[in-house]
């Protein structure tokens, strides 16, 4: 079956530098959730969409904004970027009837060092 | 902050059931009850969800107390390949994710 895809896998980038990570979800699931798991942490919630608006609001640094696309794609948009920042930033997607049942399925990850 | 409260560590020969406790003191009536796990840095992995019924599936079965107060996640014939964090977690389904602490099960030999 098909899952969730991301890109790029790694990714280095120095300070104060911006990066973009990608998000393609199940095929017919149009909901997206980014989560960051910094070094030694457990996953945290950041941002979420459905049907292409953001539906809900983590811990997300001013820095960073992000949106999903017509084809349900979402990118993460990462500017002046700090040591902190290093993580695996994870794209969860489920089917977004907002049934209590709706289930998420993570993606591997995009590991993203600064240097 | 996570609402559910699990054992830091728990270890399990390979080939025995591992039986992963979970408190949920917090649960609200329409929340399910969640459980993934996370292979070292790979991607939550999604198990297993249930409401107040026991529930199985073909990685794992679920038992959940009447009270809802406290579940169990049962991986019957536990291999190596199981060892990984556990994350039990309440919510619906549409909604966040709040990982906690999660038990760290090491399937040994």
């Known amino acids: 079956a098909a899952g969730v895809i991301q890109s790029p896998r790694h990714l280095i980038k120095e300070k104060r530098e911006t990066a973009t990570l990608k998000c393609y979800p199940i095929?017919?699931?149009?909901?997206v959730y980014w989560y960051q798991q910094g070094p030694g942490q457990d996953p945290q919630f950041l941002i979420s969409f459905y049907e292409k608006m953001q539906s809900d609001k983590g811990s997300i640094p001013d820095r960073f904004s992000a949106q999903q696309f017509s084809d349900y794609h979402s990118e993460l948009n990462m500017s002046s970027l700090e040591l902190g920042d290093s993580a695996l930033y994870f794209c969860a997607s489920s089917h977004g009837t907002l049934a209590s049942t709706d289930t998420q399925y993570f993606g591997p990850g995009t590991r993203l060092t600064v240097l | 902050d996570a609402k559910t409260t699990q054992p830091t560590s728990m270890d399990c020969a390979e080939g025995r059931a591992a039986n992963l406790p979970c408190n949920h003191s917090?649960?609200?009536?329409?929340?399910?009850v969640y459980w993934y796990r996370q292979i070292h840095s790979q991607g939550p992995q999604y198990i297993i969800h249930?409401?107040?019924n026991n529930e199985t599936n073909e990685m794992a079965s679920l038992i959940i107390t009447e009270d809802r107060k406290s579940s169990t996640l049962i991986l019957p014939h536990a291999t190596l390949r199981d060892t990984a964090v556990y994350y039990c977690?309440?919510?619906?389904?549409?909604?966040?994710?709040?990982f906690g602490k999660g038990t760290m099960l090491l399937v040994s030999p």
């Open positions: 917090t649960i609200s009536g329409n929340e399910y």
């Open positions: 977690i309440d919510g619906a389904g549409y909604s966040t994710l709040t």
């Open positions: 095929p017919r699931h149009d909901t």
């Open positions: 249930g409401l107040k």
